[in-house]
């Protein structure tokens, strides 16, 4: 029976305490790991609820950025609703919306069981696992970079340089924009760049955890790799993280990254058993 009083539409600003709620009561909660909550991206399209009466019952977010690339950023329902029937009321919405702007890629990282379980049924496909390493032991000797390369601490300046290197250094899927890294940069304990004449041609950013830290991005441009600044800049980062006590280091990489896995392997990272599905979801107009 269709319950005619459920429609789904998109989300407002006005909806931020009762999605809150939803976030933070409801048990099965998918939220995608970001430098903001999935409460500051309401506003965009790419963002819908389900209303009952004026009672928000069910959210999907999952905006594109970049253009073509929507990370699902959240997906919760209220236990007065059946998952399936929330996700089929939003997923075929969200669906429809993106069939409009021709092939966009909607995926999702997933260490949950019954949200795997759900994007499998309809119709995700993993192609990839994100691997969690951590750095153990003593770092070899500093490597030797060209002398006209400088390792600087990142400065708002850099942005723009930093958004080039990411572009050029990672596929469309797992690029991030200029607005995620300024909201990323104030959050890092640790940012550095490595410039070649004043030219950003690699960078970094590390965000503190609670047992230490985490390497959340490193990026070198095409032409300057295999070139010793990927070890260079972890080497530097580790010495600076020392000097604050610092003593734990841990980062991702795809397990398709043979070149990010063999640099993380030089620079004394291992594999700490840890593993997360990629799910990858293409809509064609």
Partial sequence: MIDVNLRVRSARTGDRQQISTLMFFEPFVYRHLDWCSPLEWLGVPDYWVIEKNGSVQAVLACPQEPPQIAWIRLFAYSGLMNMNKAWSLLWGHAREYFS???NVCVAAICS???FRVLLEQNGFITRQQIILLERRGRFPVQPHV??????RPMMVEDLPGVVHTDKAAFSPLWQHTQSSFEMAFPQAVLATAAL????????????QTPSGAHLA???????????????????????????????????NTQSDNLASLALYGQAGFVRTGEQ????????HS
């Fill in 100 to 102: 409009q702007f021709g």
């Fill in 112 to 114: 949950q069981g019954w």
């Fill in 146 to 151: 060209a002398p006209e390369i400088t390792i």
């Fill in 196 to 207: 070649h004449n004043d030219r950003v041609i690699g960078y970094q950013i590390s965000t």
């Fill in 217 to 251: 991005r490193l990026a070198i441009v095409p032409e300057f790799q295999r070139q010793g600044i990927g070890r260079a800049l972890i080497a530097d980062l580790v010495d600076k993280l020392r000097k604050r006590a610092i003593n734990r280091l841990t980062v």
């Fill in 276 to 283: 997360y599905s990629v799910y990858e979801f293409e809509v």
